[in-house]
């Protein structure tokens, strides 16, 4: 029997598929990389009986990335990265999605890939042919191997429908987003490189850790910092308005709109205002009355429900197509990433609207349009991607709380006002005349509420009741007023009217669009205000202000407007790939060489607004090289900054800094640090220049004096670790020497914190070890406050063995199946029957114990 090896997305989906495809009949096993399942079933496919066997990815199975040595800010020109090698890296490394799922392909006939129908399925697609290629029966090449599913939604008909017409991945699209992903690499990371260098360097109340550039970002920030200047720019104009009432034969007040609202002339609308006051009243000259209609909407896309999410849910539209795709994968809606605003004239409306027949909620008006009959959705426009979004299963608000309930109900309001009649009005306007000048009423009657009935929000204001009156009616003026008003400038943006902006002039797809403007509230460009308006902070503003002073193509939408263009050629297969990626990267190139050589016109914008490093901050610890006392910046990031040697060390953030004992770091000569995250928190001491610079290949940058592997040192893994850790595979048990009277033993890996030694004098660890891997520990009480047994000031033993120090450890559990050192039997209480095999593997010396716990 052959064997069908099918791929989803996510893991949820590939549950849902697996369920439909077996009729509920697959089982099910968890992966070896612990976030994957698999499901397995028996059927037929290509008219034969086949074992299917369906797993997922996690999104995209690699990225790219450059290669290691260019990936280290200090040591490499970022002019480099327009040039330097790349290559393609595990997206997720601790799932191993690559070597899982070769391990689930072996000895499988056929791959049929489920991935998302749009350009980043396609892509991820190609990704699993790569991972698995070497593992199935048959050469992955033989056109009979590889197949496509597409459908739209997780319903058992689409689903169904797309096994039994499969096809093939599309290349080109594949490649258009592998364009995509390497050109905003070597761009952003080049721009973003050079600027954070530059201004962290200089200034130190920044707001931002990362000063970063992207080709979508900056155009989508332009936008919010252009109207930040329309507001900061504006002027206000002085006008006035003529404010007349009258009273009409059924004693109602109805206010009156002059034909000329604005009057930008004091002296004429004075003078205006005296002639009327002085008119008893007003002749009624006409009255017309017309049909209005108000249209349904067209079917609903991924921009019209984000923009309907941020102005009238408000839900930002990054969360909202989270909430989106998780209602999709459950099954309640087709996929929310559709540009297509049009349905096929053979999609089945029918079908859909019995679905919601018999809905508390919607039953009502899902009723009357299948009775009255279902009016199609107007037209918009068909990209040929997916259907629109489509409600797909009945829900209620049991089922879904919070905002997956709120995005829920309005698609199905959408689905269905986009199916039911306009709503219609009569609109009658009635004309009044004094003194050669004409006021007006306009009164609106609804015949018919049509799809405003769904669509609450949408009404026509309700029965404004124009005044009982005929032509030739003398109406009293009841009150005559002279307004006094200015113009008022515009808003800011709303997180809605961007994501206008930015579909106008292509900056972004559905698909990045909520990301985009995600990373400008992340990166602390804007802030969002009441109603979701975006408000550019002092940064994002400079940011804009400078790129405009230096090249303002990096800020204008045009440019990266005309990159997508190049890369849907490539989509479509009418441009070559390495073209577009060679252009568009030189022409990046030669802009950031312009950028870097005219950077002192941003720069300048900075002085002004950010204060230089040497006038920051507060005295904390010495310099290593020059011994001078360096200054703390207490601002995003945390960092210390040497002005005499004009050097800059980050920090670990979130937390508390302070001196560590004014002892140095037997490396470079800087004094050491602790950082805390709180009284019940970690901390650990570090040294500022190797946190930034590690010594040791094994350390990796931002890593503290625990992580450290000096031979003498007493804050290092030699002379504090104790144990492996009982929680993690890698981390080690260590004494955290700066957090007495309230000694800890923490993991330097991971969160494990267990108080020991509660007002202990002296805690230290002993070079011997105990018999069950593990090292001795020194503690020492003073008399009156010793918790140690028999009233003992001191004892050296195992705080695992010993019950008088293990009785003053809170969590006592701490056994680990291997060793974290090999000294006297290895550090790390373990299991006592190791076997020779494991034995054998055992590093002989500490050294390269160490160096394999890093690796």
């Known amino acids: ?53 369906m797993t997922s990815v996690c999104g995209h199975v690699l990225t790219i990335d450059f290669h290691a040595k260019f990936n280290n800010w200090d040591k490499v020109d970022p002019l480099e990265l327009f040039s330097c090698p790349t290559e393609r890296k595990e997206a997720t490394p601790k799932l191993r999605i690559s070597s899982f799922l070769a391990q689930e392909a ?41 197949w496509r599913a597409r459908f739209s939604s997780i319903t058992e008909k689409d689903v169904k429908a797309a096994l039994y017409n499969l096809g093939k991945p599309n290349r080109n699209e594949a490649l258009s987003v592998d364009a995509r992903q390497e050109l905003d690499l070597r761009i952003g990371c080049a721009f973003t490189r050079f600027q954070t260098k530059f201004f962290h360097r200089k200034y130190g109340n920044l707001d931002s850790s990362l000063i970063s550039f992207g080709p979508c970002q900056t155009p989508t920030l ?28 059924d004693k109602r007040e109805i206010s009156l709109t002059y034909q000329n609202p604005r009057i930008f002339e004091k002296e004429a609308a004075k003078a205006l205002f005296q002639r009327i006051k002085s008119t008893p009243s007003l002749k009624v000259t006409n009255i017309t009355s017309k049909e209005k209609s108000k249209g349904r909407p067209i079917a609903l896309n991924t921009v019209e429900l984000m923009r309907a999410a941020s102005a009238g849910l408000g839900i930002g539209p990054h969360h909202a197509m989270s909430v989106a795709e998780k209602l999709y994968t459950q099954g309640y809606i087709s996929y929310p990433r559709t540009e297509t605003s049009r349905y096929s004239e053979n999609f089945d409306l029918h079908e859909v609207l019995q679905i919601f027949k018999f809905s508390v909620e919607y039953g009502q008006y899902a009723s009357q349009i299948l009775t009255e009959g279902v009016n199609r959705p107007k037209k918009g426009h068909d990209v040929g991607d997916h259907p629109p979004i489509t409600p797909m299963k009945l829900a209620s608000n049991v089922e879904l709380d919070g905002d997956s309930w709120k995005i829920y109900d309005y698609i199905v309001r959408h689905f269905l006002a986009s199916l039911a009649r306009d709503c219609k009005y009569i609109s009658t306007t009635t004309t009044f005349v004094a003194e050669s000048e004409t006021f007006t009423f306009v009164g609106d009657i ?57 579909e106008k002039h292509g900056i972004g797809t559905d698909a990045s669009i909520p990301v985009h403007i995600n990373n400008i509230s992340q990166r602390n460009y804007v802030t969002v ?93 010495r310099c290593g090289k020059c011994r001078r006392y360096m200054k703390y910046i207490q601002a995003r990031p945390n960092r210390l900054h040497c002005s005499h040697c004009n050097e800059t060390y980050n920090l670990p953030q979130n937390g508390n800094i302070r001196i560590f004992k004014e002892l140095r770091c037997p490396v470079d000569d800087f004094e050491l640090l602790t950082w805390s995250s709180g ?4 901390s650990y001491p570090l040294c500022p220049h190797c946190f930034n ?30 144990a492996s850790c009982m929680n993690c595979d890698d981390g080690i048990l260590v004494l955290d020497p700066s957090s007495g009277p309230k000694w800890k033993v923490l993991c330097n890996r991971c969160d494990i914190i267990m108080p020991v030694f509660d007002d202990a ?13 593990a090292q001795l520990i020194h503690v020492e009480y003073k008399e009156e406050k010793t918790k140690l047994p028999g009233d003992r000031v001191e004892m050296t033993e195992c705080m695992f063995c010993n019950h008088g120090l293990s009785s003053l450890v809170r969590q006592q559990h701490a056994v680990s199946s291997k060793p974290a050192f090999h000294h006297q039997g290895g550090r790390g209480p373990r299991n006592r029957k190791h076997s020779k095999k494991n034995k054998a593997k055992q590093p002989k010396d500490k050294m390269s114990q160490l160096a394999a716990y890093f690796v």
């Not at 029997?1 to 096993?29: D, Y």
């Not at 109207?227 to 034969?249: A, G, M, N």
């Not at 009284?679 to 970690?682: H, L, P, Q």
């Not at 002993?766 to 891997?773: I, L, Q, R």
């Open 222 to 249: 332009g936008f919010c910092v252009e109207r930040h200047d329309q507001i900061q720019t504006f002027k206000p104009e002085p006008y006035w308005v003529l404010q007349v009432t009258v009273l009409t034969s």
């Open 529 to 621: 205000g009441s109603g979701r308006r975006l408000i550019p902070t002092n940064l994002g503003i400079i940011l804009v202000h400078g790129y405009q002073k230096i090249d303002k193509e990096l800020v204008e939408p045009t440019t990266r407007s005309k990159m997508e263009s190049q890369l849907n050629l490539i989509a479509r297969g009418e441009a070559d790939f390495e073209k577009v990626l060679g252009d568009v990267i030189k022409l990046f190139q030669k802009k950031y060489q312009f950028f870097t050589k005219n950077i002192e016109d941003m720069d300048s914008l900075f002085e002004v607004s950010f204060t230089p490093l040497a006038e920051t901050g507060k005295a904390l610890s």
């Open 761 to 773: 004098q002296k805690v230290n660890v002993e070079k011997k070890a105990c018999k069950c891997g």
């Open 693 to 722: 610079n590690p010594p040791y290949s094994e350390m990796k940058k931002n890593s503290g004096c625990n992580m450290c592997i000096h031979p003498t040192c007493p804050q290092a893994i030699y002379s504090i670790g104790i």
């Open 1 to 53: 029997m052959r064997v069908v090896f099918m791929v989803a997305e996510k893991p949820s989906l590939a549950a849902s598929l697996a369920n439909i495809l077996s009729n509920g009949q697959s089982t099910s096993r968890r992966g070896a990389n612990g976030a994957c399942s698999i499901h397995e079933w028996k059927g037929v496919l290509f008219n034969q009986c086949v074992q299917f066997r």
């Open 679 to 682: 009284s019940k928190g970690k």
């Open 106 to 146: 072996r000895g499988c006939d056929y791959l049929v890939l489920w991935l998302d129908c749009d350009k980043e399925g396609e892509n991820i697609c190609f990704e699993v042919i790569e991972a698995v290629k070497k593992s199935l029966k048959r050469s992955i090449y033989l056109d009979d191997v590889v």
């Open 446 to 502: 609804v015949v018919d509420p049509g799809y405003t009935a769904i669509m609450t929000w949408q009404s026509v204001a309700k029965n404004k009741i124009s005044p009982n009156c005929n032509i030739g009616d003398v109406v009293p003026i009841h009150n005559v007023s002279l307004g006094d008003f200015k113009t008022t400038p515009p808003d800011y943006l709303t997180e809605s009217e961007l994501i206008s902006l930015m």
